[in-house]
């Protein structure tokens, strides 16, 4: 079996934000270790794969690109409705990108499953000189919509582990989560039946001695 393909548990995992905020770049950093000072314009959707070690168990991220432009909101949409996790990104060079992310909480919100983790990356720290966007700013903002802030440079594979790493812990707690109760539901619903076959056979026992 090959390498890769040894893993526990695939997780789906989504970039969206403005155009030219770096999701290409990250994913690029991220998945395969590279950057690239030119930008190519995504079309549509791209993904690549990480695994990761989660608690002794290896976690297979895909890992979606989406194109930060309207015009592709139809292709994309399908895209939020099948992601467990979804990485907010915004230029800290860029103040209209921050801006935007009320605009791309609200697509989460609309298109996304409602227990979909969410993780809020300003990119670009190494052009710090030329930041619009304060740290504070952008941490209140994240605390406001109850969700975790980081920040990055596509250039810096090192400052790219933590907010991946914290988005798959989130997907995996809420999975467990959702599993542990499905089994509960489950357990629950035998002793309710194991209860109403009780109950079923009791007028008959009392036919029986009447
Ligand atoms: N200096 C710097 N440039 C970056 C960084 N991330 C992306 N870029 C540059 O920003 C431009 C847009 O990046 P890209 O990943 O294509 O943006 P996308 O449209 O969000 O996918 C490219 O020229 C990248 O080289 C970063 O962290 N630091
Ligand atoms: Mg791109």
């Given amino acids: ?15 969206v934000g403005d155009q030219t905020v770096g999701k290409t770049c990250l994913l690029c950093q991220y998945a395969n270790h590279e950057f690239h000072d030119h930008h190519v314009t995504t079309l549509g959707v791209d993904f690549r794969v990480r695994l990761i070690e989660l608690d002794g168990r290896m976690i297979k991220m895909q890992i979606w690109d989406t194109a930060g432009q309207e015009r592709f909101l139809a292709i994309t949409k399908q895209y939020y409705t ?36 969410v993780i809020i990356v300003g990119n670009k720290t190494d052009l710090e000189e030329r930041r619009q966007v304060a740290t504070a700013t952008a941490q209140q903002f994240a605390d406001e919509n109850g969700v975790m802030y980081f920040e990055t440079s596509a250039k810096d594979l090192k400052s790219l582990e933590k907010p ?23 357990t629950l619903s035998l002793e309710q039946d194991k209860d109403t076959s009780k109950s079923d056979s009791s007028p008959l026992t009392k036919s029986k001695c009447c």
């Fill in 82 to 117: 099948r992601a467990q996790g979804c990485i907010l990104v915004f230029d800290i060079c860029s103040r209209s990108s921050f801006e935007s992310l009320a605009k791309w909480l609200l697509y989460v919100k609309m298109y996304a499953q409602k227990d979909t983790a």
């Fill in 164 to 186: 991946f790493y914290e988005l798959c812990r989130q997907v995996v707690d809420a999975t467990n989560k959702s599993l542990n109760s499905a089994q509960n539901n489950d």
């Fill in 1 to 15: 079996m090959a390498l890769s393909a040894r893993y526990d548990q695939l997780i789906r995992l989504m970039l």
